[in-house]
């Protein structure tokens, strides 16, 4: 009997993580903490809304005194931090709040850790703190030891709250641990994202803004491999430590907006090629020998069921993203895209 306090969970991988731990670990409390940014939605949690076993709190991870009170009412045994902003690309509009969120946010939660004392915290990260690899050397991979090295205001802000539980580790004795993980995919991923944003673009017969040629690759891995990993990480994992998550699927992003076209049928002349990401990471790809060979870790969806699965979602689920889409989201895309 554990109760797991859960931030950033009514966005993409946060609330797959409670439908994960919902049904793994049934006797534990879940909370989830989220301030419910444009990112957040509340109706994907509408499956655990009515589960005793499950409490919503509305609240911003870098509010200290509400983060606090939080921590004093519901006592979290493990913490799981997923709360963040995201979206590279708005990190290079507007990089304040990646630093307030996600730098600021996760020093709260640290301090919060420290006061009231938890079993762990755990640091949810991404591969892009060690920047890119290049396309002309497949032998390279990241591993647990790759220098940070970053290129986005997303992935600095992320690296500086690594650094930060880090700090904790060594100077307090907090048992944190750490993982970063390549691109997920999934259901309840926000259409801004590659993945969705091609699926809802293609459905709708509006042009797939591909950046420069397509020729950059990301290490795709279904949501639900990543949930399993972190799940094996906060029950079995090192203090200290950090694990690189992934499953050596690396793919070119046009190939992934070939596969989205075609398995909905549609033509490939909607592909549009636009104006590249500034600082645009060439290639990530993870090294998961670590995790494999500590925790036994190892992905269990492969790209084919997954990619499949995940459109058939998105074709099943319209509602849910189509009231994104015609939402306030529309100015951002608007702006974006033109
Ligand atoms: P997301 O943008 O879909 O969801 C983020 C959630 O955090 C939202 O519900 C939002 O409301 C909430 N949030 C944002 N700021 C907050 C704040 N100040 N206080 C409380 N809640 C706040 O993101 P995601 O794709 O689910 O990513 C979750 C975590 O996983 C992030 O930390 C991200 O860096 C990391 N990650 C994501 C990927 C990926 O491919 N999506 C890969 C590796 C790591
Ligand atoms: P994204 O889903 O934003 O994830 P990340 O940048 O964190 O890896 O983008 C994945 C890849 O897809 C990345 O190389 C940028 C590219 N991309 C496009 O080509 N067009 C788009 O409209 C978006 C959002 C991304």
Known sequence: MKKLLITGGAGFIGSNFIFYEREKRPEYDLVC????????????????????????????????????????????????????????????????VFLETNVMGTQVLLDACRKYGVERYHQVSTDEVYGDLPLDRPDLFFTEKTPIHTSSPYSASKAG??????????????????????????????????????IANALADKPLPVYGEGLNVRDWLYVEDHCAAIDLIIHNGQVGQVYNIG???????????????????????????????????????????FIHAELGWLPATKFA??????????????????????????????????
């Not at 580790?169 to 991923?189: D, M, V, W």
């Not at 319209?318 to 702006?335: A, D, H, L, Q, S």
């Open 161 to 198: 709250a690594d650094l930060l539980c880090n700090a904790y580790h060594r100077t307090f004795g907090l048992p944190i641990t750490i993982s970063r993980c390549s691109n997920n995919y999934g259901p309840y991923q926000f259409p801004e994202k590659l993945i969705p944003l091609m």
């Open 247 to 289: 499953g050596h699927n690396e793919m070119r992003n046009i190939d992934i907006v070939k596969i989205i076209l075609r398995q909905l049928g549609k033509p490939e002349s909607l592909i549009t090629h636009v104006t590249d990401r500034k600082g645009h990471d060439m290639r990530y790809a993870i090294d998961p020998t």
């Open 33 to 96: 903490l989220d301030k419910l940014t444009y990112a957040g939605n509340l109706e994907t949690l509408a499956p655990v809304m009515g589960d005793p076993k499950f409490k919503f709190i509305r609240a911003d991870i870098a509010d200290r005194k509400a983060v606090y009170e939080i921590f004093e009412t519901e006592k979290p045994d493990i913490v799981v931090n997923f709360a963040a902003e995201s979206h590279v690309d708005r990190s290079i509009e507007n990089p304040a």
């Open 305 to 338: 069921d997954g990619i499949r699965k995940t459109i058939q979602w998105y074709l099943d689920n319209r509602g849910w993203w189509e009231n994104i889409v015609n939402g306030e989201y529309k100015t951002y895309y608007e702006r974006m895209y033109g």
